[in-house]
């Protein structure tokens, strides 16, 4: 089992930038492949970006070249950077673990961008 806690989110104009964190309770160097995901209101839950265990990177078309994921084996942790926010960035943001097997969410973190 796996539990996630993020931080980071907050309330940021736009152009302005924000590191979200994920903090796994267990080691991470052996899960298949992390990610980011958000969901805003009255929406479905959306890929941002997702890293894997090599290090690979995957972003969705609307971030990309914007926000950049990382992840710190060492700290079992998975970092989100984000930066020239926009308001349609606004939504709660989750980190998602796959292992393979299963999956697992966090509690997410809200992000807000006022214009």
């Known amino acids: 089992q796996v539990q996630l806690v993020e931080s980071g989110g907050g309330l940021v104009q736009a152009g302005g930038s924000l590191r979200l964190s994920c903090a796994a309770s267990r080691v991470i160097f052996s899960i298949n492949a992390m990610g980011w995901y958000r969901q805003a209101p009255g929406e479905q839950r959306h890929l941002v970006a997702t890293i894997t265990r090599g290090g690979s990177t995957n972003y969705a078309d609307s971030v990309k070249g914007r926000f950049t994921i990382s992840r710190d084996n060492a700290k079992n942790t998975v970092y989100l950077q984000m930066n020239s926010l926009k308001p349609e960035d606004t939504a709660v943001y989750y980190c998602?673990?796959?292992?393979?097997?299963?999956?697992?969410w966090g509690q997410g973190t809200q992000v807000t961008v006022s214009s």
């Open positions: 998602n673990a796959d292992t393979g097997y299963l999956s697992y």
